[in-house]
Nanobody
Framework: QVQLVESGGGLVQPGGSLRLSCAASGSILSPYAMGWYRQAPGKQRILVAIISSGGDINYADSVKGRFTISRDNAKNTLSLQMNSLKPEDTAVYYC????????WGQGTQVTVSS
């Protein structure tokens, strides 16, 4: 059973930064395209950043230029550096495999507010 554990969220002022981390157990991440998703209150979960097994990266337009996804295959982790945060980035953030997804973790809450 694969378990995903997200961490690093918190309360930050607009313009601030956070770095999210995702640790996986039960599987290695390196063969898979991995993504960061977010779900704002009352909205559907959406993909915000994805990194392929070969390192190709894509971002949702809403976060392009502000967020950076990366992976550390040696540590079996996925990260999301979030800069210039906006109130509309407020959401619970999750990591997961692209395609047929593993069970979702508990996510990490990011709140951007003054």
């Amino acid at each position: 059973q694969v378990q995903l554990v997200e961490s690093g969220g918190g309360l930050v002022q607009p313009g601030g930064s956070l770095r999210l981390s995702c640790a996986a157990s039960g599987s290695i991440l390196s063969p898979y395209a991995m993504g960061w998703y977010r779900q704002a209150p009352g909205k559907q979960r959406i993909l915000v950043a994805i990194i392929s097994s070969g390192g190709d990266i894509n971002y949702a337009d809403s976060v392009k230029g502000r967020f950076t996804i990366s992976r550390d295959n040696a540590k079996n982790t996925l990260s999301l550096q979030m800069n210039s945060l906006k109130p509309e980035d407020t959401a619970v953030y999750y990591c997961n495999k692209n395609g047929v997804r593993w069970p979702w973790g508990q996510g990490t809450q990011v709140t951007v507010s003054s």
